[in-house]
């Protein structure tokens, strides 16, 4: 597996770019993936990897899985209590160890290639984080150290410590904050950006609307941005976007993903599906290319089409940006 930082990949010629740009394409099927239909998850995992897209943490599989490609690349995460979300945060040194031993076996593996802090725990300094996962990266149990949602400031005192490889954070057309600060730590410590979201939890697809309804458990019901009110007065990005995909002969999620890939070369986009068509549909945008004339008019758009709602409920959003 290949992992570069900003630095190595703006070195390269825009040939050598374009040959690797659907390798920047990350599928995350930690959270698709069920035990209910596991012929369906590993057909949809070998048709991820045989396309050269990169792979996290799996639930129910193993690495044997994954052993038909040398370009695969397994990611996992700790930062909650006893690995369950509904029980807290905790990075504590002692849970980070239990994390990674627990991840190793699940996958059946000697070692992982990236290791995620989930979110930032306000009762650990960043400097223990960084510290403690220093111990199975010597060990050779972990390649790569990377934070979630974290602040510049934080970015900085954890690389300072530890070098972290990458940052996974929420970009795309309709939530930009990391363009403020965030982006411009990346560029000049040469840390790479995985953008979650970045079809806007599917709104951005154009197939979600004011009529659209959601399963009991779905995560946007508690969404503000996706209140059937901020949905109507979203409406219009989608609107401008589905012309110019239309334009183009693509679908309005492959112009919000090569979006994403226009801004800067170290941004590997992870959106997450559970269908096969929706899978080829996000590998195939990475062979759209916007021009600048394009770029200028998305630019306009979002200049001049506000976008209604928060991304989260007040009680998520406070674990966010520490």
């Given at each position: 597996?290949?992992?570069?930082?900003?630095?190595?990949?703006?070195?390269?010629?825009?040939?050598?770019?374009?040959?690797?740009?659907?390798?920047?394409?990350?599928?995350?099927?930690?959270?698709?993936?069920?035990?209910?239909?596991?012929?369906?998850?590993?057909?949809?995992?070998?048709?991820?990897?045989?396309?050269?897209?990169?792979?996290?943490?799996?639930?129910?599989?193993?690495?044997?899985?994954?052993?038909?490609?040398?370009?695969?690349?397994?990611?996992?995460?700790?930062?909650?209590?006893q690995g369950d979300t509904n029980k807290g945060l905790d990075s504590r040194p002692?849970?980070?160890?239990?994390?990674?031993?627990?991840?190793?076996?699940?996958?059946?593996?000697?070692?992982?290639?990236?290791?995620?802090?989930?979110?930032?725990?306000?009762?650990?300094?960043?400097?223990?984080?960084?510290?403690?996962?220093?111990?199975?990266?010597?060990?050779?149990?972990?390649?790569?150290?990377?934070?979630?949602?974290?602040?510049?400031?934080?970015?900085?005192?954890?690389?300072?410590?530890?070098?972290?490889?990458?940052?996974?954070?929420?970009?795309?057309?309709?939530?930009?904050?990391?363009?403020?600060?965030?982006?411009?730590?990346?560029?000049?410590?040469?840390?790479?950006?995985?953008?979650?979201?970045?079809?806007?939890?599917?709104?951005?697809?154009?197939?979600?609307?004011?009529?659209?309804?959601?399963?009991?458990?779905?995560?946007?019901?508690?969404?503000?941005?996706?209140?059937?009110?901020?949905?109507?007065?979203?409406?219009?990005?989608?609107?401008?976007?589905?012309?110019?995909?239309?334009?183009?002969?693509v679908s309005p999620a492959q112009i919000a993903l090569a979006w994403l890939l226009?801004?800067?070369?170290?941004?590997?986009?992870?959106?997450?599906?559970?269908?096969?068509?929706?899978?080829?549909?996000?590998?195939?945008?990475?062979?759209?290319?916007?021009?600048?004339?394009?770029?200028?008019?998305?630019?306009?758009?979002?200049?001049?089409?506000?976008?209604?709602?928060?991304?989260?409920?007040?009680?998520?959003?406070?674990?966010?940006?520490?």
């Amino acid at each position: 597996m290949r992992v570069q930082t900003a630095i190595e990949w703006a070195r390269q010629g825009r040939a050598a770019q374009r040959r690797e740009y659907r390798l920047r394409l990350v599928a995350s099927f930690a959270r698709h993936l069920s035990a209910d239909d596991p012929a369906r998850d590993r057909a949809m995992l070998h048709l991820a990897v045989a396309a050269g897209v990169r792979v996290s943490e799996l639930t129910g599989l193993r690495m044997d899985d994954l052993t038909f490609n040398p370009w695969a690349a397994v990611a996992t995460k700790f930062g909650f209590a006893q690995g369950d979300t509904n029980k807290g945060l905790d990075s504590r040194p002692e849970r980070i160890r239990v994390a990674v031993e627990g991840s190793l076996k699940r996958l059946k593996t000697d070692r992982v290639d990236l290791l995620y802090q989930h979110r930032v725990d306000p009762n650990v300094p960043i400097e223990e984080v960084a510290g403690a996962v220093r111990a199975p990266i010597a060990a050779g149990k972990v390649k790569y150290f990377r934070l979630s949602e974290v602040s510049a400031q934080t970015l900085r005192r954890a690389h300072a410590v530890q070098p972290v490889a990458a940052l996974q954070s929420e970009y795309s057309l309709w939530w930009r904050e990391p363009e403020k600060e965030i982006l411009p730590t990346l560029e000049e410590l040469g840390i790479g950006f995985v953008p979650f979201s970045p079809l806007g939890k599917g709104f951005l697809t154009g197939t979600i609307n004011r009529k659209t309804t959601f399963a009991p458990n779905d995560f946007r019901n508690v969404v503000p941005r996706f209140s059937a009110e901020a949905r109507q007065a979203n409406q219009e990005l989608v609107t401008e976007l589905s012309a110019l995909a239309a334009h183009k002969r693509v679908s309005p999620a492959q112009i919000a993903l090569a979006w994403l890939l226009a801004q800067k070369p170290w941004i590997v986009r992870i959106p997450g599906t559970t269908k096969s068509h929706r899978l080829s549909e996000n590998i195939g945008a990475a062979r759209v290319v916007l021009s600048q004339d394009d770029l200028r008019r998305i630019g306009d758009v979002l200049a001049n089409v506000p976008v209604h709602g928060e991304r989260y409920p007040a009680h998520l959003a406070a674990r966010v940006g520490k």
